[in-house]
């Protein structure tokens, strides 16, 4: 069995959505798997766990 995942909801403006799946469109991602990217990136550079 694989680790349990947790899901996390964002609320934006349609506008910045569109933007944002486009640019995950031009690296051949969905807008959930960049998000998911971006998420664990973040934490990688800021946390000191």
Do not use: P, S
């Amino acid at each position: 069995m694989g680790k349990e995942k947790k899901r996390l909801t964002l609320l934006i403006d349609n506008d910045v959505f569109e933007k944002f799946k486009k640019l995950a469109q031009e690296q051949n991602r969905t807008a959930g798997n960049l998000g998911t990217k971006l998420v664990i990136d973040y934490v990688k550079e800021n946390c000191k766990d």
